[in-house]
């Protein structure tokens, strides 16, 4: 089988005649026929049923129709790209990232890019650190910022900064006034945490364990926004990235709690494919962020 009969093969499937496609392609009817025969004869089985008004696909035409989906798909992403060596006048730039950095830091480098290649379609999916892992390495994001460590081969992380989870409460808690709680307290006290998979929960759960304690989770909240509401509500110990409450600890809507002895630090990554050929977008998307991430504000 070559490209040029997969080709002919596509046309009519897609036009529903043999008449159609020939229009489509540029060629004569009787040059598509002996090419859709060709093909047929080579795969030796019939790829269509001829009706009085156009063609129908067997069951082996639908079977093949799929991998020529997918075989032109990729010929078109792959032009795509290749323009898009050239200039950023188009293409689609998708991004995936943890919760924390998606909601608190990407925003106003997405919005910068975005005034700056206006005409680059860009997507931002927040989900947790486990499942931005799983979208760069099935190449469903071209770009992936998370926190925590990352450990998969086939995947180059980049360091980027550090986040440091702090232990927030209302200040009402009873924990509010005390100097330095101790773990014991802190680990009894109810916790509002993240959901599992997620790299906040992760570095807490495991600066715990190295003094064979678990806290105790109350409440489990996968939004960090519904997170920081709970805990200013007095529903427990928040434990959340400091990135994500600056403005409630300045406004004393919130009360970080001394926890020297917990290893709460974390680094932020840049994710990529490694070997993976960076298109045009993505490239500037980095420069960008490498631009303005030493920005003290973000």
């Known amino acids: ?12 499937a897609k036009a529903g005649s043999v008449n159609a496609a020939a229009r489509l392609l540029h060629t004569s009817q009787p040059a598509v026929s002996r090419e859709l025969r060709t093909l047929e004869a080579r795969l030796g089985v019939p790829l269509f049923d001829r009706l009085p008004r156009g063609m129908r696909l067997t069951e082996a035409g639908q079977l093949l129709l799929g991998y020529a989906e997918r075989i032109f798909g990729l010929d ?3 032009e795509r790209a290749m323009r898009e060596l050239a200039d950023l006048e188009g293409g689609q730039l998708t991004i995936g990232a943890s919760n924390t950095l998606g909601t608190y830091l990407l925003p ?7 005034n700056r290649y206006p005409k680059v379609s860009i997507s931002l999916e927040i989900s947790n650190t486990e499942e931005i892992l799983k979208g760069v390495l099935d190449s469903r994001f071209a770009l992936g910022f998370v926190e925590g460590r990352v450990s ?19 200040p009402g808690h009873s924990l509010a006034k005390a ?7 802190l680990a009894e006290a ?5 959901e599992p998979g997620s790299g906040t929960r992760e570095i807490v759960e495991r600066a715990f364990s190295r003094h064979r304690m678990v806290p105790r989770c109350s409440l489990q909240i996968s939004s960090l926004e519904a997170l920081k509401r709970a805990a200013m509500e007095g529903g427990g110990i928040g434990w959340i990235s400091e990135l994500s409450v600056v403005e409630e600890l300045r406004s004393g809507r919130l009360v970080a709690l001394k926890t020297p002895r917990l290893s709460l630090e974390r680094p932020l990554y840049s994710l990529t494919l490694r070997d993976r050929h960076l298109n045009r977008s993505a490239l500037a998307f980095l420069q ?3 631009q303005t991430r030493a920005n003290p504000r973000l």
């Open 1 to 12: 089988m070559n490209l040029r009969h997969l080709s002919v093969f596509h046309a009519v």
């Open 76 to 78: 078109n992403a792959a």
């Open 108 to 114: 106003a480098i997405v919005a910068a890019f975005h």
């Open 152 to 170: 998969d081969e086939a995947i180059e992380a980049k360091e980027f900064r550090r986040d440091r989870i702090v232990a927030v409460v209302a």
């Open 179 to 185: 100097r330095e709680p101790s773990l014991r307290a």
């Open 190 to 194: 109810p916790s509002i945490l993240r």
């Open 288 to 290: 960008g962020f490498e």
